[in-house]
Every structure is written in C-alpha cells, then in structure tokens.
C-alpha cells in the first residue's frame, strides 16, 4: 500500500525524492521558486510521475498563501486522506551562517505552514529546519529571551492535537557525506513519536547496508571521480565554460550515484567556474597551507585585502562541512577551484540522474528571488536521508496497525 503525502516548501525536490524511493506517493508540491518548481517537475513529474496531481490544483510553481486563500474548501476536503504533510519553510531567517534577522519576512511562513495543517489536518508531520531554528532570537529587554521558534511550532502543533518531539540530526550519521545539523520534528495524532525516532535510528545499518553504502563517507568517497584532472569538454549548456568528465569509478557512494552511467556519458551540471588567474593563484596558496575546513576569512583578508564573511579549503578525508548557498565559500580539497553544481548534488546525495534547471548561480540584489542551481541544492534536505524518513513512517503506521 502507498501512503499519500504532500510536500510543502518542496524545493527541487530532495525530499520528494526520497519519498519517491520509500515507496510513496505524493498528491502534490507547493514550490513559490519556478526554476525551483521545474527541477522538481522535470525529475518527478515528468520522468518518475511521483505525483497525482489535483485537477483543482495548477502544476506550477505557487505561493502557499495563494494556495491557502484561493482553495481553502478543496484543502478542506482532504481532511482524512492524508498520511503526512512534509517539509519545512525558507531558513534564511534562521540560519547562523546568514544574518539570523528576527524580521525576516519568511519567518511568517512558520504560520503559513500552521495553517496549512490546520485546513487539510494530516495524520503526520515531519518538519526540517536549519539548528538555528531552536535558538532564540535576541531580545531588546534586559533578561528576556527573544522569540523561540521551535517552542512556538512545537506548541501549536500540541494546542492542535498532536503528539511531538523533534531531535538535532546529524546528516553524516545517515550516509550523507556532509556534517550537516538539521532540526527534524515529527508530530502524530496517532504515533509515538519517540518511537519514530527510535526506529529511524535502529535502521540506519541495515538501510545502508542493503544500498551497500558506509555510514559516514567522506568527501573524496563522494566527488573524487568529478575531478578536473579527469579531463575537461566544451559545457554542453554554457557558452565560453568547460565542463568536467567522469573519472574511473572509486567506491561505494561513487557507484551509488552513478549508477546507470558509463564512464563516456557526460556529468549534469559538472561546469567548472572561469576563475581569474589571481584567483586561482590564490587558490593554491590557500591550499597549500594544509589547514583544511576552517574558515580562512582573517587571512584572506589580511593578505590578500579580500573580504569575506566565509572561506575554506576542504578536507577530502573528512564529510563534508554544511553546504551553503554560496558556491565560492568552499576550495576545494586538492584542486584551486569552487565546487560545480554536480559536486554540490553528489554532496547532498542526489543521483547523476536528477538533472538541474534554471542558472547556475546570480549575485547581488538578484540572491533575494533567485534560486538558482547552487542555492536549490543547498536548500534541499539529501534524498538519502529522506528516503529513511519515509522508510521510518512506514514501519512505525505498519507496527500500530498491527498491534
């Protein structure tokens, strides 16, 4: 039997993804990005039919307080079908590597999604935010701690009716080569959610094994068959740009991400930056310095007059820190370039066959409403471990139905 969710805040579809592999089928997905929305579409819509779309409902990307206004009585006629909502809104606001801004205007899609839950009442909710989502804000009063968003969701979620915990997860402790700390709550009307969490961590050898996969790969088990050194072609789709070949295949997560592949096929999205000669010079230096995910900023600053907020070499031996948004915060480990959006996926544990559209990178005041192929990825949650999600849930809703 296939349980139906919906994925809100779905990105370019990691968490679908996952779903999808977990045996699960999705009614639909609320994307406001279009380029966002179309990698979505393109990989789960248009090849894998995920997805049984509503007549009700465009298949295009949408607000969710558009959705909520405009079809409140057809959300409303959900009430009973639905296993699971799914997700989680924009963390910019929330985030520690970003300016952590209280006023950010995407704090309020915490309430869009309340009220989301309140029209279309799922048995379940899993709920992703960046750590930074259990800090509290900064407070004017003296002795007084700002606004907690993860007391606030966990609250409403209770006033409504649902059981809830929520844990600090790991991402490197599921196979997801990158130590990426995420907020994961889960919420029923009808499952212990601590037992959730319990089998979600009771299945991670035995996941893995069955993929043949390691626990916690690191960067090179995940892109060292990407490297430039494997030879460079004209980019298939960005003119003036070279674009990488595969390497010979080397280990488990390697051949996990390939799988389907020759070593003659081209990479998706494997474009290489056209970094200046000073920069790449630059590069070198820092690399040669052997002093590896830490970030590199004061020196940078300091020798090279350059200033910026975040820079470092990668460690290849080690998961990878967080990806962020922003491609030229990461060296990486052995050769004097950024990482290619093709790098970023395998990091986040995304197949070589889940193709990327839109730009690959803006800048500016353009990072506001861009969502380009860097930032779509490292917004994404890692199919990987979202497929233990859906894993997880099932377990759990098949060991109380047959209690």
């Known amino acids: 039997m ?43 819509i248009e090849k894998d039919n995920h997805f049984d779309w509503p007549e009700w409902l465009p298949q295009k990307n949408l607000d969710i307080n558009d959705i909520i206004e405009e079809y409140k009585d057809s959300l409303e006629n959900l009430k009973g079908s639905i296993k699971l909502v799914a997700g989680g ?20 899609l915490v309430d869009s999604y309340l009220k989301f839950i309140d029209l279309v009442e799922p048995e379940s ?16 009063k003296k002795n007084k701690k700002g606004k907690n968003y993860s007391d606030y969701i966990v609250k409403e979620l209770k006033n409504r009716g649902y059981n809830v915990e929520y844990r600090l997860v790991d991402f490197s402790e599921f196979g997801v080569p990158q130590k990426r700390i995420r907020f994961i709550l889960f919420a029923s009307k009808k499952h212990n959610c601590n037992k959730f969490f319990d089998i979600l961590y009771g299945n991670v050898e035995a996941f893995l094994d069955n993929k043949n996969l390691d626990k916690t790969p690191s960067l090179k088990d995940a892109i060292m068959d990407l490297e430039m050194k494997n030879g460079t072609i004209t980019c298939p789709d960005s003119k003036g740009f070279q674009a990488g070949k595969y390497g010979r295949s080397k280990g488990k997560y390697q051949r996990y991400c ?3 592949f020759k070593k003659s096929d081209i990479p998706n999205s494997h ?44 460690d290849g031996s080690l998961p990878s820190p967080t990806l962020t948004t922003h491609p ?23 197949p070589d066959y889940y193709i990327f559209k839109g730009k690959y990178t803006t800048g500016g005041k ?26 997880a849930l099932i377990k759990l809703i098949n060991s109380k139905e047959t209690e």
């Open 89 to 108: 809104p924009p963390c910019q606001g929330f985030s520690s590597a970003g300016k952590r801004n209280e006023k950010d205007k995407r704090n309020t």
């Open 271 to 314: 474009r290489f930056a056209n970094h200046r000669d000073e920069t790449v010079k630059r590069f070198k230096e820092l690399i040669d310095l052997n002093i590896k995910n830490k970030n590199l900023s004061k020196l940078l600053k300091k020798d090279y007059l350059v200033n910026k907020n975040c820079i470092c070499v990668l």
């Open 2 to 44: 296939q349980y139906k969710y919906i994925d809100l805040f779905s990105g370019c579809g990691g968490l679908s993804l996952g779903m999808h592999n977990a045996s699960w089928r999705a009614l639909f997905a609320v994307e406001k990005n279009e380029d966002a929305f179309k990698t979505l579409s393109f990989n789960l």
């Open 328 to 350: 030229d915060d990461h060296i990486h480990y052995s050769e004097p370039r950024i990482l290619t959006v093709r790098e970023y996926a395998r990091i986040q544990s995304f």
């Open 258 to 260: 390939r799988t389907g």
């Open 125 to 140: 909710i899993i709920f992703e935010n960046v750590k930074g989502f259990t800090v509290p804000f900064a407070s004017k």
């Open 366 to 391: 353009l990072r506001q409403t861009d969502v380009p192929r860097y930032t779509q990825i490292g917004n994404a949650i890692p199919p990987l471990f979202a497929e233990q999600l859906g894993l």
